[in-house]
């Protein structure tokens, strides 16, 4: 499985918006960019996914560079709620890859 | 409601005991998938079913089993043989393995081995 980069932390203000960016240098043509989110203590949840084009839906925004070598996942206006971890991950369009590899993710942490 | 249901939230056994955990869902979903997540760290791949009385071996299978006799029940069993089983289990569903399908997640079961 190809393999992503996103720090290791962050942080934002209550009510501002957040980026949150993930590397994906050896991304292949066939794979989507899926993104899940794992609140504490509890099982990760989908949060949106995308190929080429710029993705929205009602949790976020997914913003897929040119090249597709980069993306970023956009909150819009933080929440409390919104405090978990994010992880970025590649899977294959044409299937085969049955499991989500999961890095360690970028926790965000939301100050009021 | 639809979605997935993992029981017990938590779960307390000796050593040399084997433990069974329980992953049932609603969603008519042909696939089902358990992980194993260790403090801070990533969800890593044990077992998958794509179907009814079919499974394959994830990343980690070693000292686990697994059965699916129900297309909506995939219980996992921690055995005697896995040596280090205290971690938080996760199970999960998708409408089929592979390519963009979502993957839905229960709860968790939180075992301690003692």
């Known amino acids: 499985d190809a393999k992503t980069t996103q720090p290791n932390s962050m942080e934002s203000n209550e009510e501002e918006p957040v980026h949150l960016p993930c590397n994906h240098s050896?991304?292949?043509?066939?794979?989507?960019i899926h993104w899940y989110r794992q609140l504490p203590s509890q099982g990760p949840e989908y949060v949106i996914h995308?190929?080429?084009s710029n993705v929205n839906n009602r949790m976020a925004s997914l913003a897929i560079a040119e090249d597709r070598k980069s993306s970023t996942l956009i909150l819009h206006r933080a929440t409390l709620r919104d405090a978990a971890v994010y992880y970025c991950?590649?899977?294959?369009?044409?299937?085969?890859?049955?499991?989500?590899?999961f890095g360690k993710g970028t926790k965000l942490t939301v100050n009021p | 409601d639809g979605g997935i249901t993992q029981s017990p939230k938590y779960l307390f056994r000796k050593e040399g005991q084997n433990v069974t955990l329980s992953c049932e869902q609603n969603?008519?979903?042909?696939?089902m998938y358990w992980y194993r997540q260790d403090p801070g760290q990533g969800l890593r791949l044990i077992y998958y079913?794509?179907?009814?009385?079919?499974?394959q071996k994830g990343d980690i299978a070693e000292g686990y089993s697994v059965s699916r006799e129900k297309k909506e029940s995939f219980p996992l069993t921690v055995t005697s043989a896995q040596k280090n089983p205290t971690a938080f289990y996760l199970c999960?569903?998708?409408?089929?393995?592979?390519?963009?399908?979502?993957?839905?997640f229960g709860p968790g079961t939180r075992l301690t081995v003692l």
């Open positions: 991950i590649l899977r294959d369009r044409e299937g085969g890859s049955e499991k989500l590899v």
């Open positions: 999960a569903s998708s409408i089929s393995a592979g390519g963009p399908n979502e993957q839905f």
């Open positions: 050896t991304i292949s043509g066939t794979d989507y």
């Open positions: 995308g190929l080429t």
């Open positions: 969603l008519n979903h042909d696939a």
């Open positions: 079913s794509q179907i009814v009385n079919d499974f």
